[in-house]
């Protein structure tokens, strides 16, 4: 009976894990990056590092972005003896955690490259088990995944907005917790997850077909367009965020270039589309439309640029229409901060059993 339950058990994790990953989105597109530059941020490991390996393998210049420069300059070597007279590999230092190394990032790709023709801002962490701040008073996590990225994007370009999820994907991103929580979701991975390869898929997909261009606005998995949830769709939510996020990072009057730009300001970045993750893992900016170059060339305003909307009209609110709208931010902000507090209280419970289980185990 045992041995029957097993193999049944099995065969259904043979299933599920086949189902998966032939269902996976794949990027067909055979385009040549060749003359491009672009900027991957956390790319000398996982989905990062497969991403930059197939758009050297296309042409682009690639600048791979990392903490550890050792690393990510032994992987830069590898990467050019690989693509051999394909693309180019070069390497900066930059920790998104650091508001002050991103600051020094940008100023130095600024200041060196002419064009950057596509971001991928992929660099992330998965939340350590005890809380960790910033010198500049962010949570590690936040700052890393978010803040990190915000500023950068600022700070080099923006203009359209799409978002992207990678899916499950097993990385070395869990190396670190040798908890047993942390091995159990490593075994979950192993059984279910998406290599590096193909959880860049869908990062590969945005940043080189030609069937996104000029789209934005929009939401991608698997290499395909879909519907994002009701709480991203939520613009006073999602502006909201921006402006406590130019607070956190700190930015400077003329550090967001995203609208407001000049002619010549415009066209010097070819114009840009943006897109992110829900979790803030990976972030792709590509080429957006002429249409869109023109938009922000001829922008007087400054007002962000949301999902699922490019232009925002300004317009002066009477007292009361203006108390309302506050009552409501704050409400959504109270529900947001319980609904945080509550994912939270899961995963104390969950790392609560997983030391029972140790406890037990040993």
């Not at 900027?39 to 497969?50: E, R």
């Not at 300059?73 to 394909?86: G, P, R, T, V």
């Not at 009552?327 to 104390?348: C, D, G, N, S, W």
């Amino acid at each position: 009976m045992l041995f029957e339950v097993l193999v049944t058990v099995v065969m259904l994790v043979v299933s599920v894990r086949v189902w998966y990953l032939t269902t996976s989105g794949r990027c067909h597109s055979t385009r040549s990056m060749k003359g491009k530059t672009v900027v991957v941020t956390g790319g000398s490991a996982g989905i990062g590092l497969h991403t930059a390996e197939d758009l050297v393998r296309r042409g682009a210049r690639v600048i791979l972005a990392c903490r550890n420069l050792e690393k990510a300059c032994k992987l830069a070597a590898q990467l050019k003896a690989e693509a051999s007279q394909c693309g180019e590999v070069a390497v900066r230092r930059l920790d998104t955690s650091d508001l002050n190394s991103v600051r020094t990032f940008a100023k130095e790709i600024l200041d060196t490259e002419k064009h950057i023709h596509v971001l991928i801002n992929n660099a992330g962490i998965v939340e350590p088990p005890e809380k960790v701040m910033t010198n500049e008073g962010l949570e590690l996590t936040m700052a890393t995944n978010h803040f990190g990225h915000f500023l950068l994007t600022n700070l080099l370009l923006g203009v359209t907005a799409n978002s992207l999820h990678p899916g499950i994907v097993k990385t070395d991103i869990l190396i670190p917790y040798h908890t047993m929580f942390g091995r159990i979701l490593k075994l979950v991975f192993i059984l279910w997850a998406k290599d590096s390869e193909l959880g860049a898929q869908t990062n590969i997909y945005l940043a080189v077909s030609e069937e996104v261009e000029g789209v934005s606005g929009r939401y991608f998995t698997d290499c395909k367009e879909v519907k994002t949830s009701k709480l991203a769709r939520d613009k006073d939510l999602a502006k909201r965020l921006w402006e406590v996020s130019e607070k956190a990072v700190k930015l400077r009057p003329g550090e967001n270039v995203c609208l407001g730009a000049d002619e010549d300001e415009a066209s010097g970045w070819d114009g840009l589309a943006a897109a992110g993750t829900a979790n803030g893992s990976t972030s792709v900016l590509l080429p957006a439309d002429d249409s869109a170059v023109q938009a922000a060339a001829g922008s007087t305003s400054r007002v962000p640029v949301y999902p699922e909307q490019h232009a925002e009209t300004l317009y002066l609110m009477d007292e009361g229409e203006l108390q309302h709208r506050q009552k409501m931010r704050q409400l959504e902000l109270t529900l947001l901060e319980e609904k945080i507090k509550a994912q939270r209280a899961i995963t104390v419970a969950m790392r609560l059993i997983a030391q029972v289980c140790e406890k037990i185990m040993e």
